[in-house]
């Protein structure tokens, strides 16, 4: 099946937050959702480019983050955000002017990227997807981001139909064109919502995911060699991905491994970091409750 059946929910998700705001039923202050669109906008357009082309004849690792990088314009001209960012360790840091032209456009560019690393099994991308931006979604609404919730429950809705039709055995098959939208909406949804420190948390796999590879020059595959019954092996000697990672982990555990346990085992891993970032977010919390009694 052709992989544009992923530009949906990129259309759908637009569509819904464009008509929610020229409707009112969005913030009046609407700068972010539209920047944030035209972001998505532009890496889609990016992503459906890359998949004409084909896979392994589209264009280069070194292109992609240099052609991502021009999405992150509308969001870099608005200012999006807030320029005080809390990390770990270093504390409370205000970058200033070089938060919109450093910063901004860093997020966006690794977060799409990476976002298209791990991938390549059955509803993976899109339940990731789910995952991620429901929990950015929720911390935003419960921080009166309504912009930040509101681009995050459209993404959702599309991602879940998506996933119906993309779930084992696949009907349709994101390629470039979703998972670099999803990817840069995540970047600004936590960037809207001022919560990037979240969105670093729960993209801890896709972190690990980028150092795996590295190790090769990302001159492997994260493909598993394929069994008569449809049962997965792993396709190198030693763990290049974090699919080979699961297998490996569930080879321990059972006498076969599917591509659906490969999926939910990643998912597993992510819903971790989501109690991770949960934990940091109700802990900022609880500090911010101590300090004002």
Known sequence: MATLGSTGPSINSLAIAALGSLLGRLPSSYAGILAALCTVLIISIIGIMDDL?????????????????????????????????????????????????????IGIVCASNSYNMLAGYNGLEAGMGIIILGTLGYIGYSNNKSDAFALAICMIGALLAFLYFNWYPAKVFPGDTLTYSVGALIACVAIIGNIQKIAVILFIPYVIDFFLPLRKMFKVEAFAKVNEDGSLEQPYDKIYDSTHLAIAVLKRLKTKVYERDVVIFIFGIELFFVSVAFASYLLKIGEITLSGG
Do not use: C, E, R
């Open 53 to 105: 082309l084909g896979w392994k004849k589209g264009f280069k690792q070194w292109q992609k983050p240099i052609l991502t990088l021009f999405a992150a314009m509308p969001m870099m001209v608005i200012n999006a955000g807030h320029s005080s960012m809390a990390l770990p360790i270093l504390g409370i840091i205000d970058w200033g002017i070089l938060y919109p032209l450093m910063i901004i456009p």
